[in-house]
């Protein structure tokens, strides 16, 4: 039998109500489900039939994609937020999509990476992208790419960004590069605010390895949003497609088309 665990952060009111309201009519009609606030430290045990439904905006699908990951769960995203672009499940249909996931589910698999840091011996995980960037205000950060073993570029600039098709939409899209379909195997590098250099994304495919190495100054290490690290000049982050995909659950159509669409007029709005 599924699990349902509904995700949210403590301080969405909105999310919390609507978990418990829910909730009590899915348990009334026998389906049980249980609420974590994702600021909880403590993670359920857990594994792949537990369905994940993400109530807020992309930065907490993007937390539960991280957990559901770890868990081996499926994951589905509820949008309660502004422009949601990674949410294809309005609020108001949720009862009914959460009904249609467990009796007809069309799971898609979306690309993700590992992340391996100099002296960690466990790799990140990230769903958009990591970025590579300065470690102080005012100044450029500089950074030699390379795929596989071939040098690449080495950028002075704000940051150099490797993203997923997923995250195409978000920070990459904002800083130039391109917008990539979901189903593509594939990870962009994208240089940000790049100072005298090339300012075009690279887009590899999806079995390379790409490493960013910091050359003459550290650099933090962002990864969808959240600081997981730095390096010092010498040293590299590796950054690969992960062996384990994120499984999301799509309960409705989710043209990429359309959702630019959307995204882009409520962006000007």
Same mark, same amino acid.
């Given at each position: 039998?599924?699990?349902?665990?509904?995700?949210?952060?403590?301080? $969405?009111?909105?999310?919390?109500?609507?978990?418990? *309201?829910?909730?009590?009519?899915?348990?009334?009609?026998?389906?049980?489900?249980?609420?974590?606030?994702?600021?909880?430290?403590?993670?359920?045990?857990?594994?792949?039939?537990?369905?994940?439904?993400?109530?807020?905006?992309?930065? !907490?699908?993007?937390?539960?994609?991280?957990?559901?990951?770890?868990?081996?769960?499926?994951?589905?995203?509820?949008?309660?937020?502004?422009?949601?672009?990674?949410?294809?499940?309005?609020?108001?249909?949720?009862?009914?999509?959460?009904?249609? %996931?467990?009796?007809?589910? $069309?799971?898609? *698999?979306?690309?993700?990476?590992?992340?391996?840091?100099?002296?960690?011996? *466990?790799?990140?995980?990230?769903?958009? *992208?990591?970025?590579?960037?300065?470690?102080?205000?005012?100044?450029?950060?500089?950074?030699?790419?390379?795929?596989?073993?071939?040098?690449?570029?080495?950028?002075?600039?704000?940051?150099?960004?490797?993203?997923?098709?997923?995250?195409? !939409?978000?920070?990459?899209?904002?800083?130039?590069?391109?917008?990539?379909?979901?189903?593509?195997?594939?990870?962009?590098? !994208?240089?940000?605010?790049?100072?005298?250099?090339?300012?075009?994304?690279?887009?590899?495919?999806?079995?390379?390895?790409?490493?960013?190495?910091?050359? !003459?100054?550290?650099? &933090?290490?962002? %990864?969808?949003?959240?600081?997981?690290?730095?390096?010092?000049?010498?040293?590299?982050?590796?950054?690969? $497609?992960?062996?384990?995909?994120?499984?999301?659950?799509?309960?409705? $159509?989710?043209?990429?088309?359309?959702?630019?669409?959307?995204?882009?007029? &409520?962006?000007?709005?």
């Amino acid at each position: 039998m599924t699990d349902l665990l509904f995700t949210a952060f403590s301080n $969405r009111s909105d999310a919390v109500i609507l978990a418990d *309201e829910v909730g009590r009519q899915l348990h009334a009609a026998g389906i049980a489900s249980s609420l974590l606030l994702l600021d909880d430290p403590d993670v359920p045990a857990s594994g792949e039939d537990t369905l994940v439904i993400s109530l807020g905006g992309d930065g !907490t699908f993007l937390k539960s994609a991280r957990l559901a990951h770890e868990l081996g769960a499926r994951v589905m995203a509820v949008n309660l937020g502004r422009l949601g672009f990674l949410l294809n499940v309005p609020a108001a249909e949720l009862i009914h999509d959460i009904k249609r %996931a467990l009796s007809d589910p $069309r799971v898609v *698999e979306r690309l993700a990476l590992q992340i391996d840091l100099p002296g960690q011996t *466990e790799p990140e995980f990230a769903l958009n *992208e990591v970025v590579v960037e300065r470690a102080h205000a005012g100044h450029m950060v500089r950074v030699c790419s390379y795929v596989d073993d071939d040098e690449y570029l080495t950028y002075s600039a704000d940051g150099v960004m490797v993203a997923t098709p997923t995250g195409s !939409t978000g920070y990459n899209f904002s800083a130039g590069g391109p917008v990539i379909d979901t189903t593509l195997p594939v990870m962009v590098l !994208t240089p940000i605010a790049p100072h005298f250099t090339i300012d075009r994304s690279i887009v590899v495919g999806g079995e390379k390895v790409i490493r960013l190495l910091a050359v !003459t100054k550290s650099a &933090e290490v962002v %990864a969808d949003g959240r600081t997981i690290g730095s390096i010092d000049p010498g040293e590299s982050v590796r950054v690969s $497609r992960s062996p384990t995909p994120v499984r999301v659950v799509e309960t409705r $159509r989710f043209e990429l088309g359309f959702r630019l669409r959307e995204s882009l007029r &409520e962006g000007h709005a």
